[in-house]
């Protein structure tokens, strides 16, 4: 299952992890978000200890939107390091974000 990122864990599970990280920014009203949201939970026992994948829903978490400039939803970013690498804006089919992480590993 996706980890449930927040404003309070954010620092902890994302910026510090040594693996690549995909983030979805989601909110509750977002019909394009629900139907990206299977295609993160699938990867994410996929990709299971190779890389950390979690969801932002942006209404409960609007410090870490803000960070990222976050402006369309869904948005999914990618990280590494601590650093953002790359960007998806929009519901994509899942190989486009399987390529994505890939690259990072």
Do not use: Q
Not at 54 to 72: A, H, L, T, W
């Amino acid at each position: 299952m996706a980890v449930e990122l927040t404003d309070a864990n954010f620092e902890e599970i994302v910026l510090k992890s040594d693996k690549p990280v995909m983030i979805d920014f989601w909110a509750e009203w977002c019909g394009p978000c629900r139907m990206v949201a299977p295609i993160v939970e699938e990867m994410s026992g996929e990709y299971g200890d190779k890389a950390v994948i979690g969801k932002v829903n942006v209404d409960e978490n609007p410090n870490i939107s803000m960070k990222f400039g976050i402006r369309n939803i869904p948005t999914i970013i990618f990280l590494k390091n601590g650093e953002l690498v790359d960007k998806s804006v929009g519901a994509v089919p899942k190989n486009v974000l399987t390529e994505k992480i890939d690259n990072l590993l």
